[in-house]
């Protein structure tokens, strides 16, 4: 408590202040981090500091987010390095997406308990950069989100988390290692991203409302819960193409069975790439030749036409999708909005409206704001570049896309500069082409660009 006392601070009842003083435990939690050189860390309140002293000693660079202000006067003065910034605020308003700039970022913190389902939703939602997350939370919190089927803490939290994060329980602790101490034991957490296709892909938006339904009223059977998905009789057979009894309730359901039921009410469009679909082969002049076989056209270079679709919201920023893990060129890389190849006896635009449909599964008034010569960079590709206004909600071809979200433009040109191979090269080529020209189609629509 002494360096309270100099503070002239004492813990908030409103912030749930509680500080970690056992240094042993302190060094514990941070090696579950795994932290590496040229890894960054992102601490969610510091408080004063017993984690950041562990972290500092691994010499990577450190973000910490404190809501109190005189603690955050004590870090930056205490922490005060080229490589360590302190930024006062509330950690619920932190935009993740600068840490796509700086990755690979992971997270640590000992999340306050009456914030810690908020502080979880917001660093693990999509587009999320972190794929490795350490966390102190209350117990009963903890055995929430790591909870399996048929469990009395197993709910939509468990599930909504799970999908997309394996968690693991790595040490209780006593009220005892905390000034002042709380009521109850906490929980060190282990958050791990899965894999990609760990489990099967889904619509995730409607995955969220249709687990939030199916767990609203646990007594009840969810037949009776999902009506506003499909009639009873289709609700039925999704429970039965789950393999689950059709009096089931929503802590009878695993991930992979909610995800069968969402895939079979609502299934999504897919569409998978047909190596046989017939493009057009063109000149050095993007003149039409002859229509060939996609996966022959890209064994043998052949010069060949495609689109790209870029869409900024209302805010003036630029939808990216992150490509599949299945996809043969550029896996895992961000992308335009959307993008593909222009079938034979197909024109530029009508191809645009198709693939922002088939990928985004919205339709836009598109301009045509550019053109990029075909080239080794661009996959021998002549493409034509179009634009448009879209706020949302998308729905992404799940074959083909991991997931996406909004930038603006400026993070978007220091991700470039900053991380280039975490880019399809054909979208770089065609983001610099455009760029002024996004910022004045943002400008002309009456707003302006971030």
């Known amino acids: 408590m002494s360096v309270l006392e100099s503070l002239g601070a004492h813990p908030r009842k409103y912030l749930a202040q509680n500080f970690l003083h056992d240094k042993n435990l302190s060094s514990w939690i941070v090696e579950k981090l795994e932290i590496e050189p040229g890894d960054h860390v992102l601490e969610i309140g510091p408080g004063l500091g017993a984690l950041t002293e562990e972290i500092v000693r691994c010499g990577v660079s450190t973000t910490l987010l404190e809501k109190d202000r005189a603690f955050a006067k004590y870090l930056q003065k205490k922490f005060d390095a080229s490589n360590i910034e302190v930024i006062e605020g509330d950690a619920l308003e932190y935009d993740t997406r600068v840490d796509f700039l700086r990755q690979p970022t992971k997270v640590i913190g000992n999340l306050p308990y009456y914030l810690s389902s908020a502080l979880l939703f917001h660093f693990t939602a999509d587009p999320c950069p972190f794929e490795h997350m350490v966390f102190t939370v209350q117990k009963e919190m ?25 968690v693991t329980r ?130 043998e270079n052949l010069l060949h036409r495609a689109v790209h679709i870029l869409l900024l919201n209302n805010r003036g920023e ?88 909004f930038f603006n433009l400026n993070m978007v040109n220091g991700w470039i500069a ?6 399809a090269s054909g979208f770089v080529q065609c983001y610099r082409n455009v760029r002024n020209a996004l910022g004045d189609l943002v400008k002309n629509s009456g707003q302006v660009p971030a």
Not at 144 to 163: D, H, N, T
Not at 418 to 423: C, I, L
């Open 142 to 166: 903890a055995y929430r989100l790591s909870a399996a089927p048929r469990s009395k803490e197993y709910g939509s939290l468990s599930v909504l988390i799970q999908r997309q994060w394996q």
């Open 170 to 299: 790595l040490k209780t602790l006593p009220p005892s290692v905390f000034v002042p101490r709380p009521q109850v034991d906490s929980v060190v957490l282990l958050l791990k991203r899965r894999m990609p296709g760990e489990p099967e892909e889904t619509d995730a938006v409607k995955f969220v409302a249709l687990v939030k339904a199916g767990f609203s009223e646990r007594r009840k059977q969810v037949r009776n819960l999902l009506g506003r998905f499909g009639s009873r009789e289709k609700i039925e057979m999704a429970l039965l193409a789950a393999a689950l009894p059709l009096a089931a309730r929503a802590e009878d359901i695993s991930i992979d069975q909610w995800i069968r039921i969402q895939n079979f009410l609502q299934p999504a469009a897919i569409y998978r790439p047909n190596p046989g679909e017939l493009l057009t082969v063109v000149d050095k002049s993007d003149k039409p030749l002859m229509p060939m076989p996609r996966a022959t056209i890209h064994r």
């Open 318 to 405: 630029l939808l990216l999708q992150k490509r599949s893990h299945r996809k043969d060129r550029f896996p895992r890389c961000w992308d335009s909005s959307a993008a593909g190849h222009v079938d034979a006896n197909e024109s530029y635009r009508e191809c645009a409206m198709r693939e922002l449909q088939e990928e985004t599964g919205v339709t836009a008034t598109l301009a045509k704001i550019g053109k990029v010569p075909a080239s080794e960079a661009t996959d021998y590709e002549f493409i034509e570049i179009f634009a448009g206004i879209h706020d949302g909600p998308f729905h992404w071809n799940a074959y083909e896309i991991e997931t996406g979200g």
């Open 418 to 423: 900053a991380r280039p191979q975490d880019f």
